[in-house]
């Protein structure tokens, strides 16, 4: 064999998550629009834009959540057709059950949730640990914080123990010290698991702070702009020549430095 036949099979072989040339309208509003790119096994992505630009589509179209008008998503090699156990999903808002307790609602998240089995007990257990939240297992929603709600949707996605995790903008609405928290946290659980990770955000720093790799996405119609690199070691400092110097270029990739601002989330 070639040396080229082998790279590209290594390559595909890598492959977790192709998009290949997918398009999506809306009535009148074309949200994506031949968007390509793959994500490898194990990779942390991030991909950001501004409002609009078919991020959450994009997500729920891996998801098998929406079908795309044209072209195909392939997880593993196969066409997503429908959702499956192999994706989680933890959606911006929470999407808890308000009357189940943070028990409930990660047991929801396992394939058998009515299952009371020892098994079943003791994985609740182990994810409720997992995402820092024991002590409040027999707690409802209302009586928890932002940060601990997202807490409960990641534990509740990582219940089946999927290959790829779907994240749309899961910290938007925590503040800033949790959110650094929760970004430490994901971190180490995808250390731990090597799961495949999908991150919708529209803040750079949080782009850079997870991802292996950005998809820099535009509006109007959503299309892929680039994919950066971020090659530096983790933790990352924020202030840290490299990381400045990474944001600068998604900035830049967004807009000029002026524009770029608005796409920035500082709180
Ligand atoms: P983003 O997540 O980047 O903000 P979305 O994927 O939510 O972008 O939306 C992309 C475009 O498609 C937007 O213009 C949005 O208004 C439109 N859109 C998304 N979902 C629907 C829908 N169910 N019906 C009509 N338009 C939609």
Do not use: H
């Given at each position: 064999m070639a040396m080229s036949e082998i790279s590209a099979t290594d390559q595909e072989s890598s492959e977790k998550i192709t998009i290949r040339n997918v398009s999506k309208a809306y009535e009148s509003t074309q949200a994506l629009e031949d968007v390509s790119f793959s994500v490898s096994e194990g990779e942390f992505c991030c991909v950001v834009g501004p409002s609009g630009c078919g991020k959450t589509t994009l997500l729920r179209t891996i998801a098998g959540l929406d079908d795309p008008d044209s072209g195909s998503v392939l997880v593993g090699g196969d066409p997503v057709t429908d959702p499956g156990l192999d994706r989680g999903m933890v959606f911006q808002e929470y999407a808890?059950?308000?009357?189940?307790?943070v028990r409930g609602n990660v047991r929801f998240g396992l394939d058998r949730p009515a299952c009371e089995c020892a098994d079943c007990e003791a994985r609740v257990r182990e994810l409720i640990d997992l995402v820092g939240l024991?002590?409040?297992?027999?707690?409802?929603?209302?009586?928890?914080?932002g940060g601990m709600k997202q807490r409960v949707g990641i534990a509740r996605a990582l219940a089946v123990d999927p290959e790829i995790l779907l994240m749309d903008e899961p910290f938007g609405s925590v503040d800033a010290r949790t959110r650094d928290r929760l970004h430490a946290e994901l971190l180490d659980i995808w250390a731990q698991t090597g799961q495949t990770i999908v991150f919708v955000t529209h803040d750079i720093d949080e782009a850079v702070t997870l991802a292996d790799r950005v998809v820099v996405m535009d509006a109007d119609p959503g299309t892929v702009q680039s994919t950066i690199s971020i090659g530096l070691e983790r933790p990352r400092e924020r202030t840290a020549h490299d990381f400045v110097d990474h944001a600068a270029k998604i900035r830049a990739e967004l807009g000029s430095p002026a524009d770029a601002s608005r796409y920035h989330d500082f709180s």
């Open positions: 808890l059950f308000p009357w189940r307790t024991d002590g409040f297992e027999d707690a409802y929603p209302k009586e928890l914080s």
